[in-house]
């Protein structure tokens, strides 16, 4: 069955570059959430999109944004970067039910 | 973390004994979730218990919810070496609000 995708799985970027994250969400999935996690952290929820608007925000710095296109996969855009942006960052989707998570993007800022 | 706190934050069993988590949480819920996730990976839904269930089972998972003292806790039975992972909460605090994790009990099961 298809699963959440995220590309690229692994991103290397100096301070002050920016980055962006992709998440392809399992088809007839309408919504889509984004999670941070640093090194031996929880997962904090950044902001979700529900029909390609925005549905929820939650601890997502200025110097990022996202958004939801017409075809549902979602970008995670990050200007700025800073050390403390190093984490794994999940895309999960759902439909009425459970969320389905990827596998994330490791990214690591130098 | 905003929500749940996980008890304890490492866990180490030997193959075939049961392991037990708790999660504790600060506001209601509409349920609690338990997910996996192997080092460097994806988390993986394990179980859901609404707030209206106090225990539910799932294969060698059992998950029971007091919502009177805002706590959960996940027994697994019979552990194996491959059970060994981190496992958190998750709660939806109404409707469909995004999930909120707690911190993670990191278990190891040794064979």
């Known amino acids: 069955a298809a699963g959440v995708i995220q590309s690229p799985r692994h991103l290397i970027k100096e301070k002050r570059e920016t980055a962006t994250l992709k998440c392809y969400p399992i088809?007839?999935?309408?919504?889509v959430y984004w999670y941070q996690q640093g090194p031996g952290q929880d997962p904090q929820f950044l902001i979700s999109f529900y029909e390609k608007m925005q549905s929820d925000k939650g601890s997502i710095p200025d110097r990022f944004s996202a958004q939801q296109f017409s075809d549902y996969h979602s970008e995670l855009n990050m200007s700025s970067l800073e050390l403390g942006d190093s984490a794994l960052y999940f895309c999960?989707?759902?439909?009425?039910?459970?969320?389905?998570f990827g596998e994330g993007s490791r990214l690591t800022v130098l | 973390s905003q929500q749940g706190e996980e008890d304890p934050q490492a866990l180490s069993i030997q193959e075939g004994e049961n392991a037990t988590m708790n999660c504790s949480y600060k506001t209601s819920i509409n349920n609690l979730q338990w997910y996996r996730q192997n080092s460097g990976r994806g988390l993986v839904h394990l179980i859901l218990?609404?707030?209206?269930?106090r225990e539910k089972h799932s294969g060698r998972l059992r998950v029971t919810l007091d919502t009177s003292k805002k706590s959960s806790s996940l027994l697994i039975t019979a552990s194996r070496a491959a059970d060994t992972a981190s496992y958190f909460c998750?709660?939806?605090?109404?409707?469909?609000?995004?999930?909120?994790f707690g911190k993670g009990t990191r278990l190891s099961v040794i064979a």
């Open positions: 088809p007839r999935h309408d919504t």
């Open positions: 998750a709660t939806v605090p109404s409707g469909n609000t995004p999930l909120v």
């Open positions: 218990i609404r707030s209206n269930e």
């Open positions: 999960a989707s759902r439909n009425t039910g459970e969320l389905f």
